[in-house]
Structures are given as structure tokens and as C-alpha cells.
């Protein structure tokens, strides 16, 4: 266990120089591409926000269902199946058929091909609908794989729009990840203020133009009191433009009145489909509706047919230029909200990390003088190699570019105070293999190879915990985890190579004098 | 010029044994009749950390520019520092987005003085119950693992040792935090854990060494050569529990306000863990009738 080949050597110290040479780019600033790498500090270290929003899709189901009706009926009248009793609730599509008829609709319900009412998802394998026949009654409703389908589409979907928001406020370094099935993580480091960010993640910012009129028509009419001027309109449920079609939007002032405004931009279909309606309702008013709030309804003086118009509505400078982001960014499919939110201001972290360091060396020197005083020249070994483990330790959280947070430190803390427990068992192994051997070799070496079980058993053992709390542990407390774990494993070289070597090297040069551990 | 402890510590294993009965017992009766002081990560709720200038503004009045919103029921208490005040409060209309800036605005203008907001923490109501059993089913996992990575390695009269010992240290940990009704959240769930991790490494020093002398003195009693081999690896286990309390007092002093619940739990955890691998988990192999027969079989094997 002694005898170590000169390859051997060189190797095990170039391991140990090759990663612990990464730790230095944290403490220095140095260039080239070996260097470019960091630890990351983590939001409660560094500051910022962390916000984990939740997708609602309970929304898009009752949506998704409803825009089935019509095709649905159509294709019924189609196939000449006749239906009764037809409507639709939170989760079903109901109506009564004849019992003839029964196998005429489920053919063309569970038809593969070309079906534009059940679509066919081929990613699952299974339809978007089922149905169930409970005597003559038919029940219509959403497959699990469907539901599964509308839901990743819109975590997907919700996904891009928080991102373009996020990126339109400016953030530093946003992270923005899914998670599980319907939330979405955003990180935001060095934020202050998540309050903004908040409320514009809140709106889904679904904009409709709609014509203010009494007059009942097809779509049927909704009523609005209008933000502006608290007045009671009721508008048309027909869409004459919305959201999806304006390309740009910017807060200005009004030239007239010097009012905040936003003036948007329409691509080729929205000026078009806008400069009909206003060419031929001149006189009318044109109700603008965000989120079911009607923002302003002005009355139309000409018809607007360069694609570009403006939005009013007693804004302040601030409102509007939330406005015009929220509206350059797309509408969400379905509100978001936040179930979780942690945010620390930059001073605490300061506090912390100051915290962190001090109690690590403080642990650290507490720890080395006591391996000193108890093992004298042997506890320097046991130091040396303690340093060397965190070099390593260091060095390849910063290979791995880990993100290192409050627990995370208490992590190292710990590997500190345990690390040197391979150290003592092998010296206490030795100790005992002294007073049974004769030469001093041999007693190193039984004492080693005795202890090398014994090491590896007792350090899997935390490595198992650490790494089930990896899995299942949320934020800080991963951090801790990943210290803990890799530290666990740079413990295990440093005492099987490194402290064997060193100590190899004393035994050699002192084979007659009697050791005292 | 080596010298071996010989304490009797397998004499003791009555009373010792006796005594980690009674612990667990009251702490499984203060788990479930005074229960745990979940904090917000499993209960749901606010948290926030705010420093003012503490020459002007006290405690009570800290806490009376919350009163006057209705956030049902509200916990003030100093955190560190003067001046340093953390706030708790169990909030039901959890939906209004805006909650956190109306109390922020509302504070500030009651105290009419700057209030430097350190830390603001939200948990809703299902993220709070996802963390609890998320944190639970760790732990099972964990002491899932443990049990097949003992059987896999020694004997199952091991395995139950060590599941035992690691039970109680966690309970008595757990109990302690009850009793103390100190805060139970995320990073307690990681220093229990943790502790799992130590026991069970501190328990397997001591069971490798037993199954060691087990093969080496085949004819000695069971309580003799856990006896002996408790004393031979005794001051491995004293200066490694030393030189970890050590680290964790260190964090516990110096490591903050936030870290100081993980490290009671952590230093907690590492005196009864030493304690139990020694007065828990060396007993159990003779209650189970360990000799030289149950490992003979695994090394014939090998």
C-alpha cells in the first residue's frame, strides 16, 4: 500500500493540480479559455428573485371544448345523425343521439384521418376526445392525453411569452426553466423589486378591438364599465381585431393633449381586417378590451388603414409603457400565477456570504489546530490533505460551474469537519497495527489497506443522503447537496491518494524511528 | 505505547437502552400532541425580513404597522441584529398579486421611516404541501437506501441496528425541535438528512469493525467482541464527532441568522448519532443473536 510507482505519482498530483487550478479564476481575474468559468452565486447569496409560476389550464380545457361545438354540430347535421338535448358545461359536451346512430358517430368520432373535431395525437398515441354513451345520452370530454397535450402547449407557449416579457424588462442573466407540468421557474438575479415583474407575468394581456353597439346581433353583446370614464357600454362579443395581430407597440405622448398614449403597429392581415371595420363604421365607437377590462372606447372619425393606431385611456407614462410591453410581448394562453416566491434583497446577501466565509475559516483553523495538536507531524499531513480536498472541492464546483448558496457554504463547513475523518481512521488503524507489527512499514501498510473498507463504507453511506436529497430538495437546499456530495468524493482522493502518499514518503525516510501518532 | 481503551460499555447497554426508549417515546408523544412548528415552507404563508433603524422604531411598533391589514395570525420577533425583525403571518386570499406590495407600502408609511426589506418569502398552500412530502419521501428514500446498502455490505442483523439507531436520532432530533418549538423548514429537512448520513457512516466504523473481530475471535461472545471493538475504534469515533461539532459550531456561531436552525439540528443529530452507534446500534446485534455463524455463510460466499 506504501509503495508508490514514480507514473503513479506524477499522475496523482497532476489530477490534483488539474482540477484544483480551476478554483483559482474565483479569486483572481484571469483570461483564456481554461479560466472562463465560475462558481455561480446562488439568489440568496447574490440577491435576487425566484418565482415559481403556475399555469392554469382549467381555462383552456373549458375553452378547448367550446371551440369543438360548432364543428361538432356541423359534422352531426353532416353525417345526418339527429341531436337533441345539445350542451356544454365545465368538462362535457353533452347531447342525446338515437341508438341507431351510435355506431355512424362513433366512426367518425374515432376516425384517425383527417379529423378536424378529434384530433388524433400521435405523440400519445390516443385521441384529444373520448366519449361515453350512458343510454341514449352522449358525453364528450377532454382524454388525459388531450388535457396532457393543451397543458404542455401551454406551459410551451407561456414559457416564450414570460421569457420575451422578462427580457423586455431587462433582467440580468434570467433563468427561465418548466417545471414539472404546468409551472414555470424564473430566477432573476440582483433583482430588487419583483413586484413589477410580478404584475406583468399576472396579465395575460389578451387584447380585443370591439365594436360599442346596442344592436343585438349573432355574436351576442357584453357589458363593460369603461376604465376611463366609468360608463356603461355594451359591446359586440364579434372580434374585430386582437392582440395576435400587432407586430409592434411603444408608449408616446399624445401631440395634442401631451397624454401618455401606446401606438401600435398591425401586420398585413390586421390592417387590413382594421381598415375595413373602421372604413365602413364610421361614427361608431371602437371599445378596446384588455383582459375583460374595457381600457377606452373612442369613436371612429376615419377609417384606419395604415396599420398603425393608437391606445388612450388616461394612462401614466409608466402604465403605458407596461402596456405597449405586455403587448409587443403576446398575450399568455391562461393567466399565470405564483405559488412561490423567495426574494433577497443584495445586502442580505452580503450578510451571508460575509457570514459563510468567516465561519469557514473559523471551522476551517479550528479543525487544523486540532489535528495538529493531536497527531502532530501526522496531523499536518491530515491538513494538507484538507486543504488539497477543497482546492479540489472548489475546483470542481467551478468545472461544473455550480451554483454555490448559504447551505451550500454550510455544506463545505461540513466537509471540513468530516473530511478528516478518513484521516483519523487510518491513523487510528495504524496506531493499533504499531503496537502488533514490528517494522513501521508494515504496520502503515496493514493500517491503510485495513481502513480503506471502513473509509468507503462510512463515506457511500452519506453519499446516498446527500444525493436523495439532491433529487428532492428545492433551491437553496440543493446547493447544500451538491457541496456536501462532491466534497464527499474529493475527501475520498485526497485521503486514499494524497494523505497515503505523503505519508508514505515520511515512513520511508524514517524507517527505524519508532512513530508516535 | 499503544494503548486501548476498555471501558464497559455492553454493561451499560440496560440503562442506556432503557433511557433511548424513554427519549423516543416523549418525543413521539411531543411530535404528536404538541406537534412540530412547521415554518412557512410547509405550512404555506409570508415571511418577511426588514431592518429598520432601531433607535427609532421598536418591536411594537413593528408590529403594529401590520395590524391594521388583516393577515390573520401575525408572528414578530427580533432576528439577529438589532433592528432586524422577522415577520410571519399565515395569509389566506393568497390569489391577490399585489399582497406583497400593499404590506410593503403599508409598513412604510406607518413607520414613516425608511424599512429596508431584507427577504421576502411566499409559500402558497400546494407548493407547502408538495415540500412536506417531498422532504417526507426523502427521507423514507434515504432510510430505504441505507437499510438495502447495510444488508448489501454486512448481515440483516445490521441493517436493523443501523435503521434503528438512525430512528432514534431522528425522532430524539425531531422531538427536541418540538419541545424547543423551534422552527421546522427546508434546511431542517437537510440537516435530518444529513444525520441519516452520519449515523449511519459513525454506526458502520463500528459495525465493520465488529464483523472484523467476529471472524478473527470466533469462539468469543458476541458481547465481548462488540465490547472490545466499541473501545478499539473509540477515539476514531470521539475526535471525528469533535473535529464535525467543531465545523457545525462554528456555522452555528458565525454562520448567521439563517443558518443557525440547521446547525442546532446538525450538532443535535451528531451527539445522539455518536451516542446511538455506540448504545443503540451495537446492542441490537446481540438482541438479534450476531456470532461468528452469521457472517461465516457471507464469507464462504465470497
Known sequence: MLNFSKTKIISIYLIFLFISIFSLSNFFELDGIFFNKKVNLGLDLRGGSYLLLEVDSSSLEKKRLQSKVIPLKKKLRESKIEFDNFSVNEKFIQFSIKNKDLKNFEKFFNEKNNNNINIFLAKFNSFELEFESIDKQINVFLSRHGILNLRSAAVDQSIEIVRRRIDEIGTKEPSILKRGSNRILVELPGIKNPERVKELLGKTAELTFRLVTDDPNEFGNENFILKDTQEEISVSKRIILSGGNLVDAQPKYDNRNNEPIVVFALDRLGSQKFGKATTKNIGKRIAIILDNEAISAPVIRDSITGGNGTISGNFSFQTATDLALLLRSGALPTPLSVVEERTVGPDLGKDSIKAGTISLIVGFLLVIIFMTLKYKSFGIIANLSLISNLLMLLGILTLLEATLTLPGIAGVILTVGMAVDANVLIFERIKEELGKENSNIQAFDLGFKRSIVTILDANITTLIASVILFIFGSGPVKGFAVTLSIGLITTLFSAYFISRHLTSVIVFNNKEKKFLI | MKHVPNYNFVG?????????????????????????????????????????????????????????????????KQ??????????????????????????????????????????????????????????????????????????????????????????????????????????????????????????????????????????FSSSKIEEITNTSINETLSRTIITSLTTLLALISIFVLGGEILRGFALAMIIGVIIGTYSSIFVASPILKYLNVSYKTIAKDQENN
Open chain 2, 12 to 76: 451499560n447497554f440496560k440503562i442506556s437502552n432503557l433511557s433511548s426508549l424513554f427519549l423516543v417515546l416523549v418525543s413521539l408523544i411531543l411530535i404528536f400532541f404538541k406537534g412540530l412548528n412547521f415554518g412557512i415552507d410547509f405550512k404555506g404563508g409570508t415571511l418577511i425580513e426588514l431592518r429598520v433603524d432601531s433607535k427609532i422604531v421598536g418591536i411594537a411598533d413593528i408590529r403594529s404597522s401590520f395590524s391594521n391589514i388583516n393577515l390573520g395570525d401575525l408572528n414578530v
Open chain 2, 79 to 216: 432576528f439577529g441584529k438589532e433592528g432586524d425583525y422577522l415577520i410571519k403571518f399565515e395569509k389566506k386570499n393568497f390569489d391577490d398579486k399585489n399582497n406583497i406590495k400593499t404590506i410593503k407600502e403599508n409598513v412604510k408609511n406607518k413607520l414613516q421611516t425608511d424599512v429596508n426589506f431584507r427577504r421576502v418569502e411566499n409559500v402558497g398552500p400546494k407548493v407547502s404541501a408538495e415540500l412536506l412530502n417531498s422532504g417526507l419521501l426523502a427521507i423514507t428514500l434515504a432510510l430505504g437506501a441505507m437499510l438495502f446498502y447495510i444488508w448489501v455490505r454486512f448481515e440483516w442483523q445490521f441493517s436493523v441496528g443501523s435503521i434503528l439507531a438512525i430512528f432514534h436520532d431522528v425522532l430524539i432530533t425531531i422531538g427536541l425541535f418540538s419541545f424547543l418549538s423551534l422552527e421546522i423548514n427546508l434546511s431542517i429537512v437537510a440537516a435530518v438528512l444529513t444525520i441519516v448520513g452520519y449515523s449511519m457512516n459513525d454506526t458502520v466504523v463500528i459495525y465493520d469493525r465488529i464483523r472484523e473481530n467476529l471472524s478473527k
